[in-house]
């Protein structure tokens, strides 16, 4: 199993920044993907923005340009600079982990979930 443990959510006016934390922890071998979704209330959870182990990134039209994800490998961490932010921004934004394990005749695929941590812009 893999633990993820984020930090660093909260109230922030138009325009501010806020910077997520996701610690992984556990049977953290062979987690090449790691990255943020969000939430937002009678809306489907979307991919904000995700990064291999090796540093290639993917981000949302929305955000473009105003977040930046990144990765320590050392600390099993993935960062997440949001600036800039909008109201539209407001939602509850989740760490998400795939691990891929190659085996012989088989590819085991898990998609591991933190807890949330709400994220909410308004002046």
């Known amino acids: 199993q893999v633990q993820l443990v984020e930090s660093g959510g909260g109230l922030v006016q138009p325009g501010g920044s806020l910077r997520l934390s996701c610690a992984a922890s556990g049977s953290i071998f062979n987690i090449n993907l790691m990255g943020w979704y969000r939430q937002a209330p009678g809306l489907q959870r979307e991919l904000v923005a995700d990064i291999t182990r090796g540093g290639i990134t993917l981000y949302a039209d929305s955000v473009k340009g105003r977040f930046t994800i990144s990765r320590d490998n050392a600390k099993n961490t993935v960062y997440l600079q949001m600036n800039s932010l909008k109201p539209e921004d407001t939602a509850v934004y989740y760490c998400?982990?795939?691990?891929?394990?190659?085996?012989?005749?088989?590819?085991?695929?898990?998609?591991?979930w933190g807890q949330g941590t709400q994220v909410t812009v308004s002046s």
């Open positions: 998400h982990a795939k691990r891929t394990i190659v085996e012989a005749i088989r590819t085991v695929v898990n998609d591991y």
